[in-house]
């Protein structure tokens, strides 16, 4: 699918916030689905961008520019078109009926909550994460989006000092959630996942691996996970996942 360039503004040094236009109707995502964009044609891999919001006529992808791809996706102008396989992977379940769900966003790892707080239409309660307050993004949206936003940071420069799982084993005790859905780095949600065990309230993870295809043909981004008889397997994070249940994953 092709998709025309709306707007490309740079939200903090290296994060980029990306919105376009599907050249076609695309069905709706469920919040963690991601898109595979084909960034330029000198790189022949795509790179898998997770969905920050979407809209009847327009997708918006939160980035950091890391590498040759994503560098040249950081320099697309409006009116261009970019390629792009929309929506991917398993995502998360967002229901708004019943009690809250607990979004837990850290770092790069923040932009796919935004979704998931507009799928949950204003039930959601959201915590996020940062090493420090020049990395903060999308507190905006969330706190326009969640009832109650609670921030933390590594250094204590904005919001709580500390990290995200001691946030969530406060706010667990204080409220009881439907479910937990977590995105950011490996440490953040296997800390996540063991609070929530803790509470007794179901976790959902959204992992993050290397993908090649990006359609669970390659086997690149295989992580360990539980076998359903005992024992352990491999699955495929583009595939199977990016988001598992977080008592299937071997951490």
């Given at each position: 699918m092709l998709a025309t360039v709306l707007s490309l503004a740079?939200?903090?040094?290296?994060?980029f916030d990306l919105r376009l236009e599907p050249s076609e109707p695309c069905r709706?995502?469920?919040?963690?689905q991601f898109a595979h964009i084909l960034c330029g044609p000198e790189n022949l891999l795509r790179r898998p961008i997770s969905l920050c919001d979407q809209r009847e006529d327009m997708l918006r992808f939160v980035?950091?520019?890391k590498g040759a791809g994503t560098s040249w996706l950081a320099r697309r102008r409006p009116g261009e078109t970019v390629d792009l396989l929309f929506p991917l992977g398993r995502g998360f379940t967002a229901n708004p009926d019943g009690p809250p769900t607990l979004l837990v966003g850290g770092g790069a790892g923040v932009p796919p909550m935004v979704y998931a707080a507009r799928r949950l239409?204003?039930?959601?309660h959201a915590v996020t994460g940062f090493r420090t307050a020049g990395l903060a993004m999308l507190l905006d949206d969330l706190n326009a989006l969640c009832p109650k936003v609670e921030v933390c940071s590594d250094d204590g420069s904005l919001g709580a000092r500390g990290f995200v799982d001691a946030v969530c084993r406060r706010?667990?005790?204080?409220t009881a959630?439907?479910?937990?859905l977590a995105c950011g780095p490996k440490p953040m949600l296997r800390a996540v996942a063991a609070a929530a065990a803790e509470f007794d309230v179901p976790c959902e993870v959204s992992l993050e691996e290397r993908m090649g295809c990006g359609l669970g043909a390659c086997l690149g981004c295989a992580c360990r996970t539980k076998a359903p008889g005992g024992g352990e397997t491999y699955s495929r994070v583009c595939q199977d996942g990016p988001v598992f249940d977080a008592g299937e994953v071997i951490w």
């Amino acid at each position: 699918m092709l998709a025309t360039v709306l707007s490309l503004a740079e939200l903090r040094p290296g994060a980029f916030d990306l919105r376009l236009e599907p050249s076609e109707p695309c069905r709706k995502a469920r919040a963690g689905q991601f898109a595979h964009i084909l960034c330029g044609p000198e790189n022949l891999l795509r790179r898998p961008i997770s969905l920050c919001d979407q809209r009847e006529d327009m997708l918006r992808f939160v980035f950091e520019k890391k590498g040759a791809g994503t560098s040249w996706l950081a320099r697309r102008r409006p009116g261009e078109t970019v390629d792009l396989l929309f929506p991917l992977g398993r995502g998360f379940t967002a229901n708004p009926d019943g009690p809250p769900t607990l979004l837990v966003g850290g770092g790069a790892g923040v932009p796919p909550m935004v979704y998931a707080a507009r799928r949950l239409n204003g039930t959601a309660h959201a915590v996020t994460g940062f090493r420090t307050a020049g990395l903060a993004m999308l507190l905006d949206d969330l706190n326009a989006l969640c009832p109650k936003v609670e921030v933390c940071s590594d250094d204590g420069s904005l919001g709580a000092r500390g990290f995200v799982d001691a946030v969530c084993r406060r706010l667990m005790g204080e409220t009881a959630y439907a479910r937990v859905l977590a995105c950011g780095p490996k440490p953040m949600l296997r800390a996540v996942a063991a609070a929530a065990a803790e509470f007794d309230v179901p976790c959902e993870v959204s992992l993050e691996e290397r993908m090649g295809c990006g359609l669970g043909a390659c086997l690149g981004c295989a992580c360990r996970t539980k076998a359903p008889g005992g024992g352990e397997t491999y699955s495929r994070v583009c595939q199977d996942g990016p988001v598992f249940d977080a008592g299937e994953v071997i951490w």
